[in-house]
């Protein structure tokens, strides 16, 4: 079962800009993680809201967390090359961790 | 500090060929560890977890399984192939104590089944 779906599935912008990436689950949650995925490697963990946060930051990366829609959205700010990645959310918190289909992001030069 | 070992990187095996994919942790004890699989375009899926020495659990029935035969090493096998196998394997683990359970993954083996 998919605890998490991200959206877009793919978002293409320039370098500089912002990129916004949504995610909704179903059931309740623990938490929302983050992670990040290089091509062709393994995910790296970005960031981690609790289900009592409504927003986090880390750098250039804010989350915020609406647990009356289920929702989660990532932003990436003042975005660099080095940020095209796939970017996963995951949930509920306890394990196991359940991982969306993530969304593409590529930042162009 | 904890490092996590997953071999090996790629594969090429034959349809009916068995699988063994090897994945170890250090500088922790008593971990959660975690097969993912991977395939193209349709994110990750959670195949087996495990809280202890052989105690392990399966998400998605299937034809691979996994053993735990000693606390920090976890392995996936597969008796038989199928083509519908390929895809990259990830194994994780997370730190047995409660918490928040952020995983932390190896570096993937990728498995093509011809």
């Known amino acids: 079962s998919q605890q998490g779906e991200e959206d877009p599935q793919a978002l293409s912008i320039q370098e500089g800009e912002n990129a916004t990436m949504n995610c909704s689950y179903k059931?309740?949650?623990?938490?929302l993680q983050w992670y990040r995925q290089n091509s062709g490697r393994g995910l790296v963990h970005l960031i981690l809201i609790r289900s009592n946060e409504r927003e986090k930051h880390s750098g250039r990366l804010r989350v915020t967390l609406d647990t009356s829609k289920k929702s989660s959205s990532l932003l990436i700010t003042a975005s660099r090359a080095a940020d095209t990645a796939s970017y996963f959310c995951a949930g509920p918190g306890n394990t196991p961790l359940v991982f969306g289909k993530g969304t593409r992001l590529s930042v162009i030069a | 500090s904890q490092t996590i070992h997953q071999w090996p990187a790629t594969l090429v095996q034959p349809v009916g060929s068995p699988l063994s994919l090897e994945c170890t942790v250090e500088?922790?004890?008593?971990?959660?560890l975690y097969w993912y699989r991977q395939a193209a375009g349709r994110g990750l899926q959670l195949l087996f977890y495990?809280?202890?020495?052989?105690?392990i659990s399966s998400e998605v029935p299937q034809n691979l399984s996994a053993s735990r035969p000693q606390d920090r090493q976890f392995i996936l096998s597969s008796k038989k192939l199928l083509l519908s196998d390929s895809g990259f394997y990830l194994c994780a683990w997370t730190s047995g104590a409660s918490g928040a359970n952020v995983l932390t993954f190896g570096a993937g083996s990728r498995l093509t089944v011809l």
């Open positions: 500088g922790t004890s008593n971990p959660n």
């Open positions: 495990s809280v202890g020495i052989g105690q």
């Open positions: 059931t309740s949650i623990n938490n």
